[in-house]
């Protein structure tokens, strides 16, 4: 689970600011379990709905 969301952060990297970037990974890293799940859960930007014509 820290490994995917290290790879969704790295993802995401132009979405958020370096330092949002350096301080989720540091909390995925030093805090296991919680850590991982809140990036997942609450972390990641919002995607924008495909557009389609």
């Known amino acids: 689970m820290?490994?995917?969301?290290?790879?969704?952060?790295?993802?995401?990297?132009?979405?958020?600011t370096s330092w949002q970037?350096?301080?989720w990974g540091l909390v995925v890293i030093f805090v296991p379990i919680i850590g991982p799940a809140a990036w997942l859960l609450a972390g990641r930007p919002a995607r924008l709905p495909a557009a389609t014509e």
């Open 2 to 16: 820290i490994a995917i969301a290290l790879v969704s952060i790295r993802r995401n990297r132009q979405s958020l």
């Open 21 to 23: 970037a350096l301080i």
